[in-house]
């Protein structure tokens, strides 16, 4: 199910019930980012935001304690950040545009050639959309850092839909805002 990406009030949020949500908030602090995930998941959950426990796992990842059954995903990078809530297990992440040169040792060879093929000025941003594709089914695994990157295979399948693969598939989908690149996984099919 593709998620529903909101920027804005949420009280303009206007879900269908059932799709994952991804809402873009100024990222102030810390504070800041646990009060829009537990108004988030208040909002969807249809219950009131002292009834909503965020916890992290033990490798540090956040979660939701209560309600049961609902999933939380969270990325900050330079005062923007992404508050995601589903059903099922999500991830995001979001990464700032720059025109640094691809790290091509974090990249699969086949990535490697997909992005080689491309002309020099687009390699940059391509590059950085698989990096967040990576990040996101890093981050949907639970303990992101113990996985190399470039374990981590990674299939552009349009403009925004992508899969990632690495002790399981996810299916992602990814917007370009101009000034950053921001990816969101579910699982397609766990290891």
């Not at 490798?59 to 589903?86: E, K, M, N, Y």
């Not at 950053?180 to 290891?191: D, F, N, P």
Request: hydrophobic share 50%; net charge positive.
């Amino acid at each position: 199910m593709t998620p529903l990406w909101h920027d804005g009030a949420l009280d303009t949020l206007a879900w269908d019930g059932a799709a994952p949500v991804v809402w873009r908030v100024a990222d102030g602090d810390a504070d800041g980012r646990h009060r829009h995930a537990a108004a988030l998941v208040a909002r969807l959950a249809g219950t009131r935001i002292g009834a909503v426990t965020l916890a992290r796992t033990a490798a540090g990842a956040p979660r939701v304690a209560q309600p049961a059954g609902w999933h939380l995903g969270l990325s900050r990078r330079s005062g923007g950040a992404l508050v995601a809530v589903a059903r099922r297990p999500i991830a995001v992440d979001r990464e700032l545009v720059d025109d640094a040169p691809p790290l091509w040792d974090m990249l699969t060879a086949r990535e490697a050639e997909a992005i080689a093929a491309l002309p020099p000025p687009a390699r940059p941003r391509a590059w950085l959309r698989r990096w967040t594709i990576k990040e996101a089914h890093a981050k949907l695994i639970g303990e992101p850092r113990r996985i190399a990157p470039e374990r981590i295979a990674t299939r552009v399948i349009d403009p925004v839909r992508a899969a990632a693969g690495c002790e399981g598939v996810s299916r992602c989908w990814t917007h370009d805002t101009g000034d950053a690149i921001e990816t969101v996984a579910i699982w397609a099919r766990r290891a």
